[in-house]
C-alpha cells in the first residue's frame, strides 16, 4: 500500500485551506436550489441556468476533495521552533542577486507560494535549490528567463 505524503505547511496556509472548504462548504447549497429552480422552467437541454449550476456544482465538489484531501495530508511546520544552520522548509533566507542587491524568500509549501510577497514554494527551481545550502553559499538556478546566481547571505527562522 503507498504511503500518504505529507504536505508540509504554515498555519497561516493551514487557516486558509480550511476557510476555503469552509465556503464551499456553504456554497453547496446554494447551487443545489439554483439546479431545482432551473430544473423548474421546464427543457433541460437548452437550460443554460440549469447547465451552468450543475458545472459549478462539479466544480464545487472537486474542489472540496481536493482541499479536504489537503488538509488530511497537512504537515503543520512553525518555523519559530525551527533552528540550524541550513536552509529547510519554514526558512527566511536573504540572498545577494548578481547586482549585490538583496532579496528576501520564505521558503514554504506550494499552496503557500506568492514570490510577490517573498514567498516561494520548496518545489520551485529555486526552492528546490536553496534547501539544504549554508550561509556563504552560491546557488544557481536556471529560471525562463536564463541563469541566476544568489549568494546565501542569511538563514532565519521566524
Not at 476557510?19 to 437550460?47: F, M, Q, T, W, Y
Not at 510577497?117 to 538556478?141: M, T, W
Not at 536556471?142 to 532565519?156: A, M, R
Request: aromatic fraction near 6%; glycine fraction near 6%.
Amino acid at each position: 500500500m503507498a504511503s500518504v505524503e505529507k504536505l508540509p505547511m504554515l498555519a497561516e496556509g493551514y487557516e486558509r485551506l480550511t476557510a476555503d472548504l469552509k465556503a464551499l462548504r456553504e456554497e453547496r447549497p446554494k447551487v443545489v436550489d439554483a439546479i431545482e429552480e432551473a430544473r423548474a422552467h421546464g427543457d433541460l437541454s437548452e437550460n443554460a441556468e440549469y447547465h451552468a449550476a450543475k458545472e459549478r456544482q462539479g466544480q464545487i465538489e472537486a474542489t472540496i476533495a481536493d482541499l479536504e484531501d489537503k488538509i488530511t495530508r497537512a504537515q503543520i511546520i512553525d518555523p519559530t521552533s525551527l533552528s540550524g544552520d541550513k536552509v529547510i522548509f519554514g526558512a527566511t533566507v536573504t540572498l545577494l542577486d548578481d547586482d549585490e542587491k538583496p532579496v528576501k524568500y520564505q521558503i514554504v509549501g506550494p499552496y503557500e507560494a506568492d514570490a510577490k510577497v517573498g514567498r516561494i514554494s520548496y518545489n520551485s527551481p529555486l526552492g528546490k535549490a536553496l534547501i539544504g545550502r549554508k550561509v556563504d553559499e552560491e546557488v544557481e538556478v536556471t529560471v525562463p528567463s536564463g541563469d541566476k546566481f544568489y549568494l546565501v547571505q542569511k538563514i532565519e527562522f521566524v
